[in-house]
């Protein structure tokens, strides 16, 4: 594993940081969701298993800012992606959040699960910025907030790559219809009207994955 190096310019990186925009539909339940499966699949892409592991330092710099810094696994650990998310809102079915993400390799990334206080040491543009922008120092101790699973459907439909979501928490599953898009509000009306003229009951998603996740129970 690389020791951190300096970055140049490492006060201009958050410039690069994009902000995704997606809309995000919660569907009632199991059977709302296998209707929708049924429905797009002449439209399947692939199949994602996903396994979604969240880090804070132990002061709760990154919460206490709002920034979420997650491992993702991909399909039984064949790669792996570390994000930084930060400064979320969500409002009538549409999320804007400034992310930034960056692949980490497995084995780098399973040694960061065992032993969290790894992380501040790796190489990586993501936790440069960590440090640089929430004051999280180079020997700081990190911990494992926990972790879920999602499996994720990927539809091409009408010109949009639709993300048909079950969310495995220990507590219960969530199920979700996010698109990606630079036009959400146009999207979204067309995701709703598939949902409508099919009688899928549905609802505005109104916190994110990782806030249910940390509130313990499913959304009412």
């Known amino acids: ?50 396994e ?12 206490s800012n709002l920034a979420v810094l997650r491992l993702r696994f991909y399909n039984l650990n064949s790669h792996c992606v570390l994000s930084l998310k930060a400064k979320p809102s969500i409002s009538n079915g549409i999320s804007r959040i400034q992310e930034l993400e960056e692949p980490l390799p497995v084995a780098t990334a399973t040694e960061c699960v065992s032993k969290p206080s790894l992380l501040s040491k790796i190489d990586s543009k993501i936790m440069a910025l960590v440090k640089n922008e929430y004051g999280v120092g180079e020997n700081s101790e990190f911990v494992c907030l926990g972790r879920f699973k999602n499996v994720r459907g990927v ?65 009412d």
């Open 52 to 63: 979604n592991i969240f880090f804070d330092d132990k002061h709760s710099k990154l919460s």
């Open 155 to 219: 539809y091409e439909w009408k010109g949009l790559k639709l993300e048909l979501d079950e969310t495995i928490y220990g507590f219960g599953t969530c199920y979700e219809i996010e698109c990606e898009s630079l036009d959400p509000e146009r999207d979204k009306k067309l995701i709703e009207g598939f949902l409508e003229e099919n009688g899928i009951e549905y609802e505005y998603s109104q916190v994110s994955k990782f806030a249910v996740f940390r509130s313990g129970k499913l959304p």
């Open 1 to 50: 594993m690389r020791l951190f190096s300096h970055i140049p310019f490492l006060d201009k990186l958050k410039n690069f940081v994009a902000m995704e925009v997606e809309v995000k539909l919660r569907l009632k339940n199991s059977t709302a969701h296998q209707q929708v499966s049924n429905l797009l699949s002449p439209f399947h892409k692939k199949t994602l298993f996903q």
